[in-house]
């Protein structure tokens, strides 16, 4: 092999290494903004859901008709403790098998299993289209109808 050709194949595989190397730094820039944006719109979920549970007046004007204010604030405030725990998941901080166990925690509550009564549904289709967000509705679901059906038994 002459000397030209094989500077020219090393500055070639330079090239491509680059390349490839390139394109994997920008699909991981990509993916650590999608990140980023995801946190800052749960941080303004999160603090809106903060002023909605601890301000009557401000609650009273997204009340659903026919619900009293009170009530509302409390489920407000349990989904504020699922979409933290939704946050949680979607930055990868929830070890994998390990969402079941969270999500049945959340469920030993009253609170939340109203709030999952009354809104669970809403989520779902909330949901529709997102993988990562269908699982982690699916899985608090179970939680709910599991904790629902061990009650009777206890009893």
């Known amino acids: ?8 194949a090393a ?16 699909k991981q820039d990509a993916r650590h903004q999608t990140e980023r944006n995801e946190a800052v719109l749960a941080r303004n979920q999160l603090d809106w859901l903060a002023q909605m549970s601890t301000t009557p007046d401000l609650t009273k004007l997204w009340t659903p008709e026919g619900m009293d204010v009170e009530e509302y604030m409390q489920l407000l405030k349990a989904n504020q403790l699922i979409c933290m725990l939704s946050l949680r998941d979607r930055l990868g901080f929830v070890r994998f098998g390990h969402l079941p166990w969270y999500a049945a925690q959340l469920m030993e509550s009253d609170v939340c299993r109203r709030y999952w009564r009354r809104f669970g549904d809403l989520r779902a289709q909330e949901a529709e289209g997102d993988e990562r967000a269908e699982h982690f ?11 629902s059906q061990a009650r009777p038994a206890a009893a």
């Open 11 to 26: 500055g070639t595989a330079v090239a491509f290494t680059t390349a490839v190397v390139g394109a994997a730094r920008l």
């Open 137 to 147: 509705t699916r899985v608090l679901d179970k939680a709910a109808k599991n904790h």
């Open 1 to 8: 092999m002459k000397l030209t050709t094989a500077v020219l």
